[in-house]
């Protein structure tokens, strides 16, 4: 059961006992630390047992203390400065290998992201794309270099790609004035959320467009407005998201759409080739 955590807390805090209000307190205060440790950890830090960490957390309505951690997590990294998100880096590193630490993070989140991926919502993503009128590729701040590969893989088989590229919010309502019903919007983001992305996803959907959102998990502001929810992993490896992930999606969909246009792809490449040759685009092997 997913509640907003800090919210449950002010509402309820006069009703906990003497134990579960030191709990609370504690999250309320320290919530960046608190999502990261174990109910035992959690227990010595506010002076409580273990089973009183664990039935505060059923009184939220979560099956255990794991689940209650992962929503947590979840609501945090929406609510973490970058400072914040420096200081819970070192605290989970500590004095392990940052290399060994991170990679071995990032390998884990693919993992689950495969584990838990729509694939009906997927195959309709690479159905909705292939069939599109035009395709609008959306996604700032860290979002924006996901956005930029899929628009420069996408290109190589469409003419009919187009990344919205923006310094202002009102820019972006500018460059997608003219979307409207059979064309796909693929709008990226991850926490901390762009609200420009949002609000041209919003725009999007009200014009008629499809929707294909690529974020971090359901509770996502993107979400509401997807025909086609792609959940990737991005939790914090440092005061930036991993974007691993996310990018092994854009992997996936690029290969798929571009199987699905076979014929169109190959013959766009060996006129690519060309150009690329005449143009001496590239280093020959050996040269």
Not at 35 to 60: C, I, N, Y
Not at 64 to 92: C, H, M, W
Not at 117 to 133: E, L, N, T
Not at 160 to 168: D, E
Request: aromatic share 8%; proline share 1%; hydrophobic share 45%.
């Amino acid at each position: 059961m997913k509640r907003d955590i800090l919210s449950f807390i002010d509402q309820n805090i006069a009703t906990f006992s003497k134990g579960q209000k030191q709990i609370a307190t504690y999250i309320k205060e320290h919530y960046d630390k608190a999502a990261f440790m174990t109910a035992a950890k959690l227990g010595r830090e506010v002076g409580v047992s273990e089973s009183t960490v664990v039935r505060f957390v059923l009184e939220f309505g979560f099956e255990g203390y794991p689940e209650f951690q992962k929503a947590l997590q979840e609501l945090i990294r929406a609510k973490l400065t970058s400072v914040q998100r420096v200081e819970v880096t070192d605290n989970l590193i500590g004095n392990a290998s940052v290399l060994d630490k991170v990679l071995i993070s990032d390998v884990e989140k693919i993992k689950n992201t495969l584990e838990g991926i729509d694939r009906h919502a997927f195959d309709d993503a690479v159905k909705q794309i292939s069939a599109a009128k035009n395709i609008h590729i959306l996604g700032m701040k860290a979002s924006s270099y996901l956005a930029g590969f899929l628009n420069h893989s996408l290109r190589m088989i469409f003419d009919k790609v187009r990344l919205i590229q923006t310094t202002s919010g009102s820019e972006t309502f500018e460059q997608m004035m003219n979307v409207g019903e059979g064309d796909v919007v693929i709008a990226v983001s991850f926490p901390r959320y762009s609200k420009s992305v949002i609000r041209g996803a919003a725009f999007a959907k009200k014009a008629g467009a499809d929707i294909i959102a690529i974020t971090d998990s359901e509770s996502s502001p993107l979400a509401e407005y997807a025909s086609q929810l792609l959940i990737a992993q991005s939790d914090m490896a440092s005061f930036a998201d991993s974007l691993v992930a996310p990018m092994s999606v854009i992997n996936a969909l690029i290969v798929a759409v571009a199987r699905d246009n076979k014929e169109q792809l190959s013959e766009r490449l060996h006129r690519l080739e060309q150009v690329w040759d005449e143009h001496n685009v590239y280093q020959k092997h050996g040269h």
